[in-house]
């Protein structure tokens, strides 16, 4: 089994920034396509970014672009999402997620296409 652990989460007024960090252990880091989902009260799980095993190449959602960036420490076997210009609908709970298998595609953007996550941390945007 793959082990998730995010943190950094907390509360920022709009307009501010946070990082947000994921450790994992249990298999090779190096090799596996990283992911930051996002979870909202009574809404569906989304896509947010994601990073291939490399870090040469990301892919983010629509709504984050131009504010959010996904990279990689492989040394360390973490992930971070630095989030600037946080708006209130940026609250939720945010995972970290990995596939299954290793190389697999980091254009993959459905929950189910993840087969390890986190636990989620909480970011909260006042207005």
């Known amino acids: 089994q793959v082990q998730l652990v995010e943190s950094g989460g907390g509360l920022v007024q709009a307009g501010g920034s946070l990082r947000l960090s994921c450790a994992a252990s249990?298999?090779?880091?190096?090799?596996?396509?990283m992911a930051w989902f996002r979870q909202a009260p009574g809404k569906e799980r989304d896509f947010v970014a994601s990073?291939?095993?490399?870090?040469?190449?990301?892919y983010y959602a629509d709504f984050v672009k131009g504010r959010f960036t996904i990279s990689r420490d492989n040394a360390k076997s973490t992930i971070y999402l630095q989030m600037n210009s946080l708006k209130p609908e940026d609250t939720a709970v945010y995972y970290c997620?990995?596939?299954?298998?290793?190389?697999?595609?980091?254009?993959?953007?459905?929950?189910?296409?993840?087969?390890?996550w986190g636990q989620g941390t909480q970011v909260t945007v006042s207005s």
């Open positions: 990073v291939n095993w490399t870090g040469g190449s990301t």
């Open positions: 997620a990995t596939p299954r298998t290793s190389y697999a595609s980091h254009a993959l953007r459905r929950p189910s296409d993840y087969g390890y």
């Open positions: 249990g298999r090779t880091f190096s090799s596996s396509t």
